[in-house]
């Protein structure tokens, strides 16, 4: 068992008493996790290179008398999905996992005491939503670099004008709980409109430091020197509680460039990740 998977449970079971993370009787880096709230108790093993590489939810242990037929299972593909939402290379999860799942399943069981029971006096009406200006994107990430316990991680997407990039940041913070946890989200963005229009050549490019003094420049003189266009990067910092100094701004640069070059952006080179 690691330092950090230790030091994990005893803070679990302090937190949520005594029990509540526990190795499984008789087996090697599988432990339950009862989520008392809902009387069900999950199955996780925790590989010998957590929090480096992600734990896998493997099951039910066991559920509860009073819990509707089928509830245990949704619950279980529930707590897999926020897993996934959840989870950074390099940083104990089990504490966020808890409590994003206990957002979710409240926030349904609001939303199915409020719903009102169709009838023939009541009839179902759909509700239109506005589309979203623009599709998702997807991202190619970097490798993970862990400094002194603050850990980065780059994403790249290709953009075509400064509105789509402020989409997709948007989009990013909303939809991904971890990255909108991070100490800083640095941005820096490149757009030549002459690669849409050989009549037209207009520039945009901007970056954002978000409170990492001067690393959105030196973000964007990367992408400059590296001569690459219709990108759009965001470095994810982690700050672990030890100042790295200039150190930081060589580690940004270093996961930026590795999205941009796994992405082929970088004209000949690119192997793609996407997430």
Same mark, same amino acid.
């Given at each position: 068992?690691?330092?950090?998977?230790?030091? @994990?449970?005893?803070?679990?079971? +302090?937190?949520?008493?005594?029990?509540?993370?526990?190795?499984?009787?008789?087996?090697?880096?599988?432990?339950?996790? %009862?989520?008392?709230?809902?009387n069900?108790?999950?199955?996780?093993?925790?590989?010998?290179?957590?929090?480096?590489?992600?734990?896998?939810?493997?099951?039910?242990?066991?559920?509860?008398?009073?819990?509707?037929?089928g509830?245990?299972? *949704?619950?279980?593909?529930?707590?897999?999905?926020?897993?996934?939402?959840?989870?950074?290379?390099?940083?104990?999860?089990?504490?966020?996992l808890?409590q994003?799942?206990?957002?979710?399943?409240?926030? @349904?069981?609001?939303?199915?005491?409020?719903?009102?029971?169709?009838?023939?006096?009541?009839?179902?009406?759909?509700?239109?939503t506005?589309?979203?200006?623009?599709?998702?994107?997807? /991202?190619?990430?970097?490798?993970?670099?862990?400094?002194?316990?603050?850990?980065?991680l780059?994403?790249?997407?290709?953009?075509?004008?400064?509105?789509?990039?402020?989409?997709?940041?948007?989009?990013?913070?909303?939809?991904?709980?971890?990255?909108?946890?991070?100490? *800083?989200?640095?941005?820096?963005y490149?757009? %030549? +409109? *002459?690669?849409?229009?050989?009549?037209?050549?207009?520039?945009?490019?901007?970056?954002?430091?978000?409170?990492?003094?001067?690393?959105?420049?030196?973000?964007? *003189?990367?992408?400059?020197?590296?001569d690459?266009?219709?990108?759009?990067?965001?470095?994810?910092?982690?700050?672990?509680?030890?100042?790295?100094?200039?150190?930081?701004?060589?580690?940004?640069?270093?996961?930026?460039?590795?999205?941009?070059?796994?992405?082929? /952006?970088?004209?000949?080179?690119?192997?793609?990740?996407?997430?």
């Amino acid at each position: 068992m690691s330092e950090e998977l230790a030091n @994990e449970i005893e803070a679990i079971n +302090s937190i949520y008493g005594s029990g509540t993370l526990q190795k499984a009787s008789g087996e090697n880096n599988i432990y339950t996790l %009862s989520l008392t709230n809902n009387n069900v108790t999950l199955r996780l093993s925790f590989p010998l290179g957590y929090p480096e590489i992600v734990p896998q939810i493997l099951g039910t242990e066991a559920i509860g008398d009073s819990v509707r037929k089928g509830y245990g299972k *949704h619950v279980l593909d529930t707590a897999r999905d926020t897993l996934n939402d959840v989870y950074t290379p390099g940083l104990v999860c089990v504490f966020d996992l808890m409590q994003e799942l206990a957002v979710v399943l409240s926030e @349904e069981l609001t939303k199915d005491q409020e719903t009102p029971k169709a009838s023939e006096e009541q009839p179902l009406c759909r509700v239109l939503t506005p589309e979203p200006l623009f599709e998702p994107p997807n /991202w190619t990430v970097s490798n993970t670099i862990t400094e002194k316990k603050s850990i980065f991680l780059a994403r790249a997407c290709s953009v075509t004008s400064p509105d789509q990039v402020q989409s997709y940041i948007s989009h990013l913070l909303s939809s991904n709980k971890r990255v909108a946890k991070a100490t *800083h989200n640095i941005s820096a963005y490149r757009i %030549s +409109s *002459h690669s849409l229009n050989p009549d037209t050549k207009l520039v945009f490019q901007d970056c954002d430091d978000d409170g990492e003094n001067a690393a959105g420049g030196r973000l964007l *003189h990367l992408l400059q020197i590296m001569d690459v266009w219709g990108v759009l990067v965001v470095v994810s910092r982690w700050y672990g509680g030890v100042q790295l100094g200039p150190d930081r701004f060589r580690i940004i640069n270093a996961v930026a460039r590795d999205a941009v070059v796994t992405g082929g /952006w970088l004209k000949g080179e690119g192997n793609k990740r996407e997430l």
